[in-house]
């Protein structure tokens, strides 16, 4: 599972340019079965998401794809984490630590 962090690096009126294909490339993500959750942070300086059911290389390339990340208007930190407890409504992501 990964936690998508945005941070805005353009003045948010930039954003808001932007924030029409920037929901849309959300919607397509969620369609596809790939993120969990997402919203605005608080301050509003970038947002967050949640994905799950792809590998590391596969999220940066949705990442990069993000109109946002196109234009240059935020910087993503990309947190990959085992979800080994999860609320009933997503236990289907639960996941297993891997074998040491």
């Not at 792809?54 to 390339?61: P, Y």
Request: hydrophobic content about 45%; proline content about 4%; glycine content about 8%.
């Amino acid at each position: 599972m990964f936690v998508l962090e945005l941070t805005y690096t353009a003045p948010v009126e930039r954003v808001d340019a932007l924030l029409a294909a920037h929901v849309e490339w959300l919607d397509a993500r969620y369609a596809e079965g790939v993120f969990l959750a997402s919203g605005r942070k608080n301050p509003r300086d970038g947002g967050v998401i949640l994905a799950a059911g792809v590998d590391r290389a596969e999220i940066e390339r949705i990442a990069a794809a993000d109109p946002f990340s196109v234009e240059g208007v935020c910087a993503y930190r990309i947190t990959e984490f085992y979800a080994t407890k999860t609320a009933d409504g997503i236990a289907a992501y639960r996941e297993q630590l891997p074998a040491q």
